[in-house]
C-alpha cells in the first residue's frame, strides 16, 4: 500500500475514534494532577536514508517507556528532500499512538525544497497537531498552549512554543537569528491575560524553541549556577539579544525553557529563577552527534511550580533526573 494511503485511513481512524482534529483537543491534567510532555529535538530524518531508522527506534522507544500526553518537536525535524516525506516519517511514531503533538522550526527545515509556509500549512493539518501561529508576528509557528485543571474547570498551566527563526539578515551580526521584538510583545500579551484570568497570579509556565537564548551562555559562566548535564559546547545563541528571557523573568510565570540545536548538549541549569535546558539529540548519526540519542521528558504538576524532568535514552536508561527548582538550591 501506498504511504499517502496508509496515511489516509490513519487519519480516518483517529477521526473515527474521536482524536482526529486538533481543534477537539484540550490539554488537561490527568486525575493525577501531572501533564507528562517528551521533547523530541534535531530528529535530522533523512528520507530512504539507514541513518533514519536510528531515529524512528529511539521515538519508538520513548513513546513505548514514557506514554506522555504531549510531544513537542523542538525543530530540525527534516534534513534532506521531499521534506514532506521526512515530516510525515518523522511524526508517524506519535501519531499511530494517537499522542497529541505540537511543532516548531529548526534553522534546517525550510532547506529541504519546501518554504516555511509551505511546511506550516502542511504540518497543521496533521492528525492531533495542535501547532498554530500568532497572526501578523515575525516567523511562523509562534503559539500557546493552555493546559487546563484536573477538573476541567480552569486554565492551570501554559505552554509556550516560539519560531526562533534561522539565521541573521544583519550582515554586521554573524550567526543566528533570535526571537524578534514583535514575537516578545506577542508573548507580553498573552501572559498578561493569562495572569489577568487567574486574578493577578501568574500561570505556572515553560517555554519550547530551537535555538537556545544568549542566556544559557551566561549561565553557563556562572560560578553559582549549578549544571546538570553535559556541555561540550558553547551555545549556538543568537549575537543579539533582544530580551526574550528579561520578558519572561519579569513577567514571572515562565519556569523554563526548553531548546535543542546543539546537538552535544543536554544540560540543565536554574538561572535567575528560570531553567534552562536542553532536550537530548533525537536524530541518528547523520551530522555531528553525541554517541547516543534519546528524549527529553517534562511531568509538570498542577497548582505547583515545581515540576520534574529527565532524559530518557533510546536504550531505555535514565539520566538525569531533576526536580525543579530543589536540586538547584544550596544546600
Not at 63 to 78: Q, S
Not at 220 to 239: M, T
Not at 273 to 292: A, D, E, F, N
Request: hydrophobic content about 35%; glycine content about 8%; charged content about 25%.
Amino acid at each position: 500500500m501506498k504511504r499517502n494511503s496508509i496515511k489516509t485511513l490513519l487519519c480516518l481512524a483517529l477521526i473515527v475514534a474521536g482524536i482526529g482534529s486538533a481543534t477537539a483537543q484540550a490539554l488537561k491534567f490527568n486525575a493525577k494532577k501531572t501533564l507528562k510532555i517528551v521533547q523530541f529535538t534535531d530528529v535530522h530524518w533523512k528520507p530512504g536514508k539507514p541513518e533514519s531508522s536510528a531515529a524512528a527506534k529511539c521515538m519508538n522507544a520513548v513513546l513505548d517507556a514514557e506514554k506522555p500526553d504531549l510531544v513537542v518537536y523542538t525543530g530540525d525535524v527534516a534534513y534532506d528532500k521531499p521534506a514532506f516525506e521526512a515530516l510525515d516519517s518523522a511524526f508517524a511514531p506519535v501519531i499511530s499512538r494517537g499522542i497529541p503533538f505540537a511543532y516548531t522550526f529548526g534553522n534546517h527545515d525550510d532547506e529541504q525544497g519546501r518554504t516555511r509556509q509551505e511546511i506550516f500549512d502542511y504540518v497543521r493539518k496533521q492528525p492531533l497537531c495542535l501547532t498554530t501561529t500568532a497572526e501578523g508576528v515575525s516567523g511562523m509557528a509562534n503559539f500557546c498552549l493552555p493546559v487546563k485543571s484536573a477538573d476541567g474547570k480552569h486554565d492551570a498551566a501554559v505552554i509556550y512554543v516560539f519560531d526562533s527563526n534561522s539565521y541573521s539578515s544583519i550582515k554586521e551580526i554573524k550567526g543566528y537569528d533570535w526571537v524578534h521584538p514583535d514575537q516578545i510583545d506577542w508573548y507580553r500579551s498573552q501572559s498578561a491575560a493569562y495572569t489577568k484570568a487567574n486574578g493577578g497570579n501568574p500561570l505556572p509556565s515553560i517555554v519550547f524553541q530551537h535555538i537556545p537564548v544568549p542566556e544559557f551562555n551566561d549561565a553557563a559562566r556562572d560560578e553559582e549556577a549549578r549544571l546538570i548535564g553535559k556541555r561540550f559546547e558553547e551555545a549556538c545563541a543568537p549575537k543579539l539579544n533582544t530580551g526574550e528571557f528579561a520578558a519572561m523573568r519579569l513577567n514571572g510565570d515562565v519556569m523554563a525553557m526548553f531548546v535543542g540545536h546543539d546537538h552535544i548538549n543536554n544540560y540543565s541549569v536554574l538561572y535567575k529563577g528560570i531553567l534552562l535546558s536542553y532536550g537530548q539529540y533525537t536524530g541518528g548519526r547523520t551530522v555531528y552527534c553525541p554517541q547516543r540519542n534519546g528524549a527529553r521528558v517534562i511531568e509538570l504538576t498542577e497548582g505547583s511550580r515545581t515540576f520534574k524532568t529527565w532524559l530518557r535514552m533510546a536504550d531505555g536508561e535514565v539520566l538525569d533526573p531533576i526536580t525543579c527548582p530543589d536540586d538547584f538550591t544550596k544546600e
